[in-house]
């Protein structure tokens, strides 16, 4: 199978933005919510909640997503963790750490959102596997990131890839909801029954 340099086929940008402070509040966006700059869409996406991204400002020194970015963070335990940027993230200004690969619009071989849908698999994975270096922070560098090879599927095998990975992305977001309803449930339950307990041990 054909292969070429993921930096021959996209540009790769690093973020800027640093960490707001804590007595900020991250805004407040439905799901998915900006985390360091990347869409916290699935469970195994989410970071740490102290990074947050910010509206994009008119600043040219800074990068700004755009609709079909794969976000890609580059330090600490999740480096090599991806999302794809829809309609509801663009426009928002990248947080240091991460970096946005951004296919070149000459390029014609691949179907809209089939860099996302590879970045899922072990062939990208297992590539970033061992162009990561550092042991105590693991850190993925934007030249390392130039360097993945991406492999040349045909059209019809992207798209099919592309479907899949929607069809379970959507999935995942509803089971995301699901289990935060049930969470609160739990909750105000077991707040219920205690306060039942706790009453009728008063009463005798």
Not at 51 to 75: F, H, K, M, N
Not at 86 to 114: I, K, M
Request: overall charge negative.
């Amino acid at each position: 199978m054909n292969r070429v340099r993921l930096d021959d086929v996209a540009t790769i940008l690093s973020g800027s933005v640093h960490e707001r402070s804590e007595e900020q509040p991250p805004e407040s966006l439905d799901m998915p919510r900006l985390v360091m700059g990347v869409p916290e869409v699935l469970t195994r996406n989410r970071l740490s909640d102290r990074w947050y991204a910010v509206p994009a400002q008119d600043d040219r020194r800074q990068v700004t997503t755009i609709v079909g970015d794969v976000v890609t963070v580059l330090s600490g335990p999740h480096a090599g963790t991806t999302a794809l940027v829809g309609e509801a993230l663009a426009d928002r200004l990248l947080a240091h750490e991460c970096a946005v690969v951004r296919v070149f619009q000459s390029v014609t071989d691949f179907v809209p959102g089939w860099l996302y849908a590879w970045t899922l698999t072990n062939d990208f994975r297992n590539q970033v596997e061992r162009a990561i270096t550092g042991a105590m922070v693991p850190r993925l560098t934007p030249r390392a990131l130039r360097d993945i090879l991406v492999p040349l599927l045909p059209q019809k095998g992207q798209k099919e890839m592309v479907e899949f990975a929607t069809m379970v992305d959507l999935a995942l977001v509803d089971a995301h909801q699901v289990v935060g309803q049930l969470e609160d449930l739990r909750e105000t339950e077991l707040d219920l029954r205690l306060f039942a307990a706790l009453d009728a041990g008063g009463s005798r």
